[in-house]
């Protein structure tokens, strides 16, 4: 089963994040221009109090038809955030992220934050496995 790790080394290690004091607009912004559907968020030392997601804004706005342009990523982050470690394996991290019904995972790894991965990302390395298994099938049928 591939795990975390594997996924994080083909993906890339790291993590793009936003300040607790990002101002919204500036947050969709920088989101947008990387392509991200979500941020960890960090406070002043780095250490993770938050997830910023597009869900997390389009949220605020209809259920509040809030004005985003005055608030902050510590204004809309959800706070509760379901992590994982590289050991995981993606079944386990989609698990967590059916349970927690979210769309992205902060992976840590001696307590560091040392990556994030996506549902997106999960599910690649998904059909990659069941294609490898399809493909040992038909090798192991035909000799």
């Known amino acids: 089963m591939t795990t975390i790790r594997q996924v994080l ?3 890339g290690w790291g993590a793009i994040v936003l300040s607790a ?8 912004r920088f ?4 392509r991200i559907g979500a941020a960890p968020v960090v406070d002043d030392r780095g250490a993770l109090v938050g997830m910023l997601s597009e869900r997390d804004i389009m949220r605020f706005v209809g259920e509040f038809d809030g004005d985003i342009k005055d608030r902050t990523a510590a204004d809309l982050m959800t706070t509760l955030v379901a992590s994982c470690t590289p050991e995981a394996t993606i079944l386990d991290a989609m698990l967590l992220m059916t349970t927690h019904r979210c769309r992205h995972l902060p992976v840590f790894e001696d307590g560091v934050l040392a990556g994030v ?5 999960l599910v690649k390395a998904r059909l990659e496995e069941a294609e490898f298994e399809v ?9």
Do not use: W
């Open 135 to 143: 493909d040992s099938l038909r090798a192991y049928i035909v000799s």
């Open 21 to 28: 004091n990002h101002f919204i607009p500036q947050a969709a």
């Open 9 to 11: 080394d083909q993906k």
């Open 117 to 121: 991965v996506s549902i997106g990302d």
């Open 31 to 34: 989101l947008t221009a990387k």
